[in-house]
């Protein structure tokens, strides 16, 4: 439990301190437990982006930062989609809900807030940095064959994402 609960906060980045944005190439792997535990992180994050993402889609001022929404939304929903096959192959199975920082994350956006635009890029760079490192650990070190393959061929799109977030947050300063 207290393994889970260390990599659920270190992917989800909720508990990491944040100095500046970094190149995706700079982002370190986290540590790694098991296969069982990164799908089960990976689903719940794809589910919060998902949301997240057709949220910040409808209430975003920016129009810009709306199609971003909206593509990240789309990405994580095929790669949730994906995910279930590769932990269905494996014997794992997924989460039926958010883990329970994830809903904490979600229920920060379900108010209406004036300063949404600011608190969807900060927390989508925060998630995305995390997500990168658990990420970059399971392609290396997951035991099953198609986790790892599977995170590997994920990397890329949640590196996507990093680096679209960031530029939204550079042009807030």
């Not at 989800?12 to 792997?29: E, H, Q, R, T």
């Not at 494996?90 to 904490?104: E, M, N, R, V």
């Amino acid at each position: 439990m207290i393994r889970t609960a260390f990599l659920l906060t270190a992917v989800l980045g909720f508990s990491v301190a944040w100095a500046a944005d970094k190149d995706v190439k700079d982002i370190k792997p986290s540590k790694y437990t098991t296969d069982a535990e990164f799908v089960t992180m990976a689903a719940s994050g794809h589910m919060l982006e998902s949301q997240l993402g057709e949220i910040a889609a409808k209430r975003s001022q920016n129009d810009d930062l709306k199609k971003y929404a909206q593509q990240v939304a789309a990405d994580h929903q095929k790669a949730y989609a994906q995910l279930k096959e590769v932990a269905e192959k494996a014997g794992l199975s997924l989460p039926k809900q958010l883990a329970a920082d994830h809903q904490k994350c979600l229920d920060k956006f379900l108010p209406a807030k004036a300063d949404f635009d600011k608190l969807f890029i900060d927390e989508n760079a925060k998630g995305h940095e995390a997500c990168i490192a658990a990420y970059k650990a399971a392609a290396t070190e997951a035991k099953d064959a198609g986790v790892k393959d599977y995170a590997g061929k994920t990397l890329a799109m949640l590196e996507e994402h990093y680096k679209g977030v960031v530029k939204f947050r550079n042009a807030g300063k």
